[in-house]
């Protein structure tokens, strides 16, 4: 079964500060692993994705994460964050069921708020 | 290009009355297609999934219901809402290869 650990439920950073986010997944098969991101009342948005080629991925809005097999982890970060940064950030992996059919497993998901 | 629409954005219920949420897809065929539910202050869980016309998969033992009546629409349904049933309601799609999935704008589902 494929899981994901978000540390950490909430974030402060300043702006202008480096964005680290925390992601670390389970996954007894090659993972492919998305960062979304979502504001208040919206839907998701895709950051970006992992789909085992480069393992270090540049998203939208200066977002990247690298993908660390030996580490299990996906970490998000941003060399400056923006007050249009803050919302709230999940990390998912995929997971392939019965029938070769895969389905999209969440974190908790991480709130990061940027004060000035 | 492709787009997903939900309705309504918000929604205010009684307890015990039915629930009716749309989901359509446009620009793409043979979707997979998702409900997830997202309660406050949580992540999000998967309710249901559906790889074609009639075909609904339930991930967890609840008070809704899914049907896909056609290749583009799915929804999701109660006959009596529970107060547990409060949340917030995203569908999505995913195309055969594609391993990202692409959301709706989500509807608020206030049960009271």
């Known amino acids: 079964a494929q899981s994901v650990t978000q540390l950490g439920s909430h974030v402060s950073v300043s702006e202008g500060a480096l964005v680290l986010l925390r992601c670390n997944y389970s996954?007894?098969?090659?993972?492919?692993l998305f960062w979304y991101v979502q504001y208040p009342n919206q839907g998701l948005q895709l950051l970006l994705k992992y789909t085992s080629a480069a393992t270090l991925v540049k998203g939208i809005n200066g977002f990247e994460a690298e993908f660390k097999k030996s580490e299990t982890s996906f970490h998000l970060t941003k060399p400056s964050a923006h007050m249009s940064d803050a919302a709230e950030y999940f990390c998912a992996v995929t997971a392939r069921f019965s029938g070769g059919y895969n389905k999209l497993i969440f974190g908790a998901g991480t709130r990061l708020a940027v004060h000035p | 290009s492709q787009t997903i629409h939900q309705w309504p954005a918000t929604l205010v219920q009684p307890v015990g009355s039915p629930l009716s949420l749309e989901c359509t897809v446009e620009g793409t065929s043979n979707p997979n297609l998702y409900w997830y539910r997202q309660a406050a202050g949580r992540g999000l869980q998967l309710l249901f999934y559906s790889v074609g016309i009639g075909q609904i998969s339930s991930e967890v033992p609840q008070n809704l219901s899914a049907s896909r009546p056609q290749d583009r629409q799915f929804i999701l349904s109660s006959k009596k809402l529970l107060l547990s049933d409060s949340g917030f309601y995203l569908c999505?799609?995913?195309?055969?290869?594609?391993?990202?999935?692409?959301f709706g704008s989500g509807t608020r589902l206030t049960v009271v």
């Open positions: 999505a799609w995913r195309t055969v290869g594609n391993y990202g999935y692409t």
């Open positions: 996954s007894s098969v090659p993972p492919y």
